[in-house]
């Protein structure tokens, strides 16, 4: 149960961070912890089902979920890419506008018509 | 544009966070059938003792061919979008303090390229380039596989880029190679997809008598894919001033 509110602990700084900074950098760095947290949900849940390794040598009563974590590798990579293509628009919008405010790259935009 | 209040800040969160707190706090108990199939029958259908790799390479390999083409996809948009930063920037260039790649003269006067930097990734970089091999390479039979070990193989890249100190001539050489592995990498994963549809009617079967050889197969081209892959996209990163 720690582990879970330790969690929504770590969502719910991401979730403000994505709503609330200006920052598209630190946007960038909230969706990566968002990311985390969600994985890290769904390994605590398959883990809930024993704690041995999921290999065929080991004995299946006690293994954890291998689903979850063939599902999270999944998640881990999309995240990686999605990270780099934000992290490369962010800073071309950076060293066009000088900025990482999304305030002031909004009024010179509409600055340029 | 509204500036919010950190009382509404906080409060709209947490509206929000309500909303995720049954998924985060539940204690409906997980079901255990499809870890009681997969420990039965994953090492026997697929040949992989490591049931993740079982599933990501046997069961659900059509899923992983659509993920190499997400990073494919992913890795082109950044390449284009950091090159067009490139050209952008080239006529009013201005020293970059980030930029590791110096030349030997300008090395001594700049705080990030130590010695110690050097030494260290230098003899480091061959290490976790073997680990990472031999991590792609038992992804059927220990913990890791063909995305873990292509990340460690990619950092092993990484590091040989920061450390060699020759880089401006043979970045371009260096960067060439790692666009050549990338794509000849994901040509023998389509390769390895397809040609077991002449042999045995179906894409993505095991074609071979023993079924460790197809795993390893497509674990190497992975591993290779993603090792290329990130290293690209994260030297790509690194120098700005070297087009």
């Not at chain 1, 890419?81 to 999304?102: E, I, K, M, N, Q």
């Not at chain 2, 130590?114 to 059927?140: A, D, R, S």
């Not at chain 2, 920061?162 to 970045?171: A, I």
């Amino acid at each position: 149960m720690t582990s879970r509110l330790l969690l929504l602990i770590l969502f719910f700084i991401s979730l403000h961070a994505l709503i609330f900074n200006p920052s598209l950098m630190k946007k960038i760095f909230a969706l990566n912890i968002l990311n985390s947290a969600i994985v890290l949900l769904f390994i605590t849940q398959g883990a809930s089902l024993g704690s041995r390794a999921p290999f065929t040598t080991e004995s299946p009563d006690q293994m954890v979920d291998p689903v979850v974590q063939a599902l999270m590798l999944t998640a881990i990579v999309i995240g990686v890419c999605v990270t780099s293509f934000s992290l490369a628009l962010v800073v071309h919008l950076h060293s066009r506008y000088g900025s990482f405010d999304y305030r002031h790259i909004r009024k010179e935009l509409a600055n340029d018509g | 544009m509204r500036k919010w209040s950190v009382p509404a800040q906080i409060a709209i969160s947490f509206v929000l966070l309500l909303l995720f707190l049954p998924l985060f706090l539940s204690q409906e108990s997980w079901p255990t059938t499809a870890r009681d199939i997969l420990a039965e029958d994953a090492g026997t259908q697929t040949g992989a003792e490591n049931i993740v790799s079982a599933i990501y390479l046997g069961y659900r390999a059509f899923d992983t061919l659509g993920e190499t083409i997400v990073l494919l996809i992913a890795l082109s948009g950044t390449m284009s979008v950091v090159s067009l930063l490139k050209r952008n920037s080239e006529d009013e260039r201005t020293p970059v303090s980030l930029d590791f790649s110096l030349e030997e003269e300008k090395r001594a006067h700049h705080r990030l390229r130590t010695h110690l930097l050097e030494v260290v990734t230098g003899k480091i970089g061959p290490i976790i380039l073997l680990f990472g091999f031999y991590v792609v390479m038992n992804g059927h039979l220990s913990p890791g596989g063909g995305f873990q070990g292509g990340a460690i193989i990619a950092s092993g890249i990484i590091f040989f880029v920061l450390g060699n100190p020759h880089r401006r001539e043979e970045s371009e050489i260096q960067r060439t190679t790692l666009h050549l592995i990338e794509s000849s990498a994901f040509l023998l994963f389509l390769l390895a997809a397809l040609v077991p549809l002449f042999i045995t009617g179906e894409v993505l079967a095991n074609p071979f008598e023993s079924k460790e050889v197809y795993i390893i197969a497509l674990n190497t081209f992975i591993g290779l894919k993603v090792g290329a892959g990130i290293s690209l996209m994260c030297i790509s990163m690194i120098e700005r001033r070297n087009v």
